[in-house]
């Protein structure tokens, strides 16, 4: 077998970049392991740059009639009375229009929306369950069942998660970093009251709730290294408990959670390959970068990144350009994964950490962020993808009042990202 790009991994980053190649006639051929869309919890949360890319390539229709979309995310910081300390909220609407909201879809359904439309394609094959095992020059060796194959390649794309074999075949370093906490993750169907997302936490706990599509919420719930064994223990009345503690009205819904086993433990990994790209090959998704899920910016960063590479691969196949230009991929997406894995690690420690001290620290950074509306917009608008306004020292000690809105949303669409800053590259093949 033979094709012009050969993908490993058949999720969410592999999908978006196959869909962009096989739209304008490039030949892909895919292989994934597992025989199922599969039932494991990944991103859910399509932050506003990734549904305006998803309009981009012509299939916002499709995914807008499955999902939910929400503007708000509700914080409360709760005491030990569980009374709240602080309550307030973020909105999306601070965003420049149109994408001034998020979105929730079940991530097996993102996968099957982007399987249905690749399979549109003639120039898509998709061999599944099939593994890949290695690759020699510009050659992949495959098992498929008892055959194995050979496909020539003229580029290989890693997208197989973070213990990808393309980036151990193609001798690319990775340095990853676990988190002292973990978090459960379930969803069932949710009160009336959630019709948007919600942040709680207390000393030493944290619930995440956000809506999904036909009446159910995901929730997130953050446990502490070790505590997942000895739950498992206990009958499901701890975990109830637990979350109608921090929401009461979950109370009659999360009982709906009969099996310990529908419950997932979810081990966030932070995790940062040294080069996305090496002569032919190119990693995207986990396989090149893992962040803390603390607002689902892994799962945006992997179809941005796709999105990324899907176009550079077609304007080097219809502009006759050589492997080198493959290094633009990494310049431009780069730099965005590092400033938002920045911000996903801030998260992390942030909520990771127990004890009233910190607590007390976390409410008092939190009011400085909701109570400034600079400060807000560009935490906002960097984590919706849109583009990226940098921080500054006087963002914490200037507070700008609601009256200059106006003055800040220009200041916002001078740093989001145009064409021109998404596909760089075409300004030197022009």
């Known amino acids: 077998m033979k094709t ?10 592999g999908l978006t970049v196959a869909l962009k190649l096989v739209k304008r006639g490039i030949d892909v051929i895919m292989v994934e392991k597992s025989p199922h869309l599969g039932h494991a919890y990944k991103g859910e949360l399509i932050q506003p740059k990734t549904i305006q890319l998803f309009e981009r390539a012509g299939i916002y229709e499709s995914f807008s009639t499955a999902w939910t979309t929400f503007s708000t995310i509700e914080t409360s910081e709760l005491n030990a009375h569980l009374q709240p300390m602080l309550r307030s909220s973020m909105d999306y609407k601070q965003l420049p229009a149109p994408f001034q909201y998020a979105a929730m879809l079940p991530h097996s359904d993102i996968k099957r929306l982007l399987l249905k439309e690749v399979k549109q394609y003639d120039t898509f094959t998709l061999l599944q369950p099939a593994t890949f095992e290695k690759m020699e020059e510009n050659r992949a060796f495959i098992k498929q069942g008892k055959q194995k194959r050979t496909v020539a390649f003229e580029f290989i794309i890693g997208a197989e998660g973070v213990n990808s074999r393309v980036r151990e075949q193609a001798r690319i370093e990775r340095k990853r970093h676990v988190y002292e906490h973990d978090f459960l993750t379930v969803s069932f169907p949710a009160p009336d009251v959630v019709k948007h997302g919600h942040l709680i936490a207390t000393k030493d706990r944290f619930l995440g709730l956000f809506p999904l599509p036909n009446g159910y919420v995901r929730t997130v719930y953050l446990i502490r290294k070790g505590e997942y064994k000895a739950w498992r223990e206990e009958p499901l009345q701890l975990f109830y408990d637990h979350y109608v503690s921090l929401f009461p009205a979950l109370d009659g819904h999360v009982q709906t959670v009969k099996e310990w086993r529908a419950i997932q433990l979810m081990v966030p990994i932070r995790q940062h390959a040294n080069h996305y790209v090496k002569d032919n090959i190119a990693l995207i998704g ?15 960063l992997a179809i941005q990144g796709a999105d990324c590479l899907g176009e550079l691969l077609i304007d080097l196949y219809e502009k006759r350009k050589g492997n080198e230009f493959l290094t633009h991929y990494e310049s431009v997406h780069r730099k965005r994964v590092k400033a938002i894995m920045n911000l996903s690690h801030l998260g992390g420690l942030a909520y990771g950490k127990e004890g009233k001290a910190w607590q007390r620290s976390r409410t008092f950074a939190l009011k400085q962020l909701l109570n400034n509306e600079t400060l807000l917009a560009k935490y906002l608008f960097n984590i919706s993808g849109l583009g990226f306004w940098p921080f500054s020292v006087k963002d914490s000690v200037t507070l700008v009042k609601r009256s200059k809105t106006t003055r800040v949303e220009n200041q916002m669409e001078q740093y989001q990202y145009g064409l021109d800053d998404d596909y760089p590259w075409r300004q030197q093949m022009r």
């Open 4 to 13: 012009q790009v050969f993908i490993v991994g058949g999720g969410v980053a």
């Open 286 to 300: 986990d396989a090149a970068h893992s962040v803390h899920p603390m607002a689902g910016e892994g799962m945006n």
